[in-house]
Each structure stands twice: as structure tokens, then as C-alpha cells.
């Protein structure tokens, strides 16, 4: 199992996490993206890199939040 911003789906082997996304917005009203958000997964922040390689493993932890800039 795999939670995204505290909801569960279901691991797959070889699950990629623009998999998990596309799977979150084709369920969801209010999509999420990779452009202006920050991707934590087991609490660890990824690169935009990262973001693209990133392969899932059963129980990760995934949230992923809009970037506030601020000053």
C-alpha cells in the first residue's frame, strides 16, 4: 500500500510516481502537479530529477504540497 497525502492505493510492482499521480487525477477534481509543488516521499524532499525517476516501494509515504513563496 501507498499513501498520497494521506490516502491509501493500492502498491504495484514497478509503480512509478507520475503513475501514482496520473492515478490520483484521473480520480480526483483538484489535480496535482509536479511544477510549483514539493514532493516528499518518507519524508525525504525531491528533486525535479528525482521526481521523474522516482520508482515506488510498498509503504511509502507520499505528499506532495503546493510551494508558497513568501518573504
Do not use: C, H, W
Not at 2 to 24: C, F, T
Amino acid at each position: 500500500m501507498i499513501r498520497l497525502n494521506n490516502a491509501e492505493y493500492a502498491y504495484r510492482p514497478g509503480m512509478s510516481l507520475k503513475q501514482l499521480v496520473d492515478d490520483y487525477n484521473a480520480k480526483n477534481s483538484k489535480p496535482l502537479a509536479f511544477d510549483g509543488f514539493i514532493v516528499l516521499v518518507n519524508s525525504i524532499a525531491l528533486t525535479a530529477l528525482q521526481i521523474q525517476e522516482k520508482i515506488l516501494s510498498d509503504n511509502d509515504n507520499v505528499i506532495i504540497v503546493p510551494q508558497i513563496d513568501g518573504g
